[in-house]
């Protein structure tokens, strides 16, 4: 099946910084979509990508939509504790049935205070 | 987006029990679906709630462990029988959202249901 490689697994920072994460594939998708889920939660969408080379903000997040459709990343800007939690790409492959998303293993966030 | 609650938040169970999760929906919604989330680990969909029709598994899942019903369109239940440790995850629903360009609309997902099957 469709598999997404997120990288990197794992990031602890100091607040403040910026954080930059990725997610890639060996087959096209036609949408990326960006989660974050804090402990005991459920993922909350934090970016969605509809268009090759789209690059979307959403406050200090940014996220692109590689040119290639196989591939997105998303930096967080100047960051702060509530930004700690894991950090999941995802996205329907092309040929997939509708509402099938496939999802990244994760990038674990930890900023230090 | 729609807002999502699960029931039971939580859960401890013994092995060879089974558990029925109870996800209900603000709004009406064409598309609902479960997830499972081992420890550690992403999601992975289970199946998609199909309103008035069985429920579709993906490859690995099977309808005799993960009973799913789909009463209406606001409201979906994950039965997950005959327990055994290795059940012990993360259950989640999604429904998809109604906002964006594309057919493949982004899914917005309840609070979860940690089971812990002992």
């Known amino acids: 099946g469709q598999q997404l490689n997120q990288s990197p697994q794992s990031m602890f920072i100091q607040e403040g910084e910026d954080v930059s994460m990725n997610c890639t594939s060996s087959?096209?998708?036609?949408?990326w979509l960006w989660y974050k889920q804090d402990p005991g939660e459920g993922p909350v969408l934090l970016i969605a990508?509809?268009?090759?080379?789209e690059l979307t903000s959403n406050g200090r997040l940014t996220a692109q939509f590689g040119i290639t459709r196989k591939d997105s990343f998303l930096n967080i800007s100047a960051s702060i504790p509530s930004d700690v939690g894991i950090y999941f790409c995802a996205g329907p492959g092309k040929g997939t049935s509708y509402g099938k998303l496939t999802f990244g293993q994760g990038t674990i966030l930890t900023v230090h205070p | 987006s729609a807002v999502i609650s699960q029931k039971p938040s939580r859960d401890i169970c013994q092995r060879g029990t089974s558990l029925t999760i109870q996800c209900q929906v603000d709004?009406?919604?064409?598309?609902m679906f479960w997830y499972r989330q081992q420890p550690g680990q992403s999601l992975t969909l289970i199946a998609t709630?199909?309103?008035?029709?069985?429920?579709?598994?993906e490859s690995g899942f099977v309808i005799d462990k993960f009973p799913i019903s789909r009463p209406n369109l606001t409201f979906s239940t994950l039965t997950v029988s005959n327990m055994s440790p290795e059940d012990s995850s993360i259950y989640l629903c999604?429904?998809?959202?109604?906002?964006?360009?594309?057919?493949?609309?982004?899914?917005?997902f309840g609070p979860g249901t940690r089971l812990t099957v002992l």
């Open positions: 709004s009406q919604v064409t598309m």
């Open positions: 709630a199909n309103q008035g029709s069985e429920a579709t598994y």
């Open positions: 999604s429904v998809e959202g109604v906002a964006g360009p594309s057919p493949y609309n982004e899914q917005f």
């Open positions: 990508l509809y268009k090759a080379g």
């Open positions: 087959s096209i998708f036609n949408t």
